[in-house]
């Protein structure tokens, strides 16, 4: 997975220079601070590859929670729970429905079934042998009240 993982990196580094650089981009990023050091991050744009083939495409319109990092040092300090909730406010400001979010890290989708509850699709064996990718379909205003 460590290929996987580094494409992922690069993935997400190229969403951060096109959502800064271009001002018509329909990605955007929320980033956590303490200080003058950034300690998270959180995106929201359209979906990524990973969901349209889990999903044979039938999510395509529907924009994609994703980029959620907090340093190591800074996680279980509620950081990626205010993340959550600041873009998910920022989405029902702006008119957004729905959401889809996807994982493929074991220790990430115990956390996301915990918090977004049944989900919209699971594929067995993707990343390998007895490993599953899990993709939710959201609607946001089932989290406007969360903290």
């Known amino acids: 997975m460590k290929d996987e993982i580094l494409k992922e ?4 580094k190229n969403l951060l220079t096109d959502a800064v650089e271009d001002l018509n981009s329909n990605i955007f990023f929320l980033i956590a601070k303490i200080h003058d050091q950034v300690v998270g991050t959180i995106s929201f744009g359209p979906c990524g590859t990973d ?3 889990c999903t044979n495409n039938l999510l395509d319109t529907i924009g994609e929670l994703g ?5 190591p ?3 279980g300090k509620g950081i990626g729970s205010v993340l959550i909730h600041s873009m998910i406010m920022h989405l029902h400001k702006r008119g957004i429905e729905q959401l889809c ?3 493929g890290y074991k220790h990430a989708q115990k956390k996301w079934i915990k918090k977004y509850g049944e989900l919209y699709k ?3 064996d993707y990343w ?3 490993s599953v990718h899990m993709v939710w379909l959201c609607d946001v ?3 406007i009240n969360q903290t």
Do not use: P, R
Request: charged fraction near 35%.
């Open 73 to 75: 040092e800074y996680q």
């Open 141 to 143: 205003k089932d989290f």
């Open 67 to 71: 980029s959620l990092y907090v340093l």
């Open 101 to 103: 979010l996807d994982s």
């Open 51 to 53: 969901i349209k083939k």
């Open 128 to 130: 390998g042998e007895n």
């Open 9 to 12: 990196i690069e993935y997400k």
């Open 122 to 124: 699971i594929v067995n």
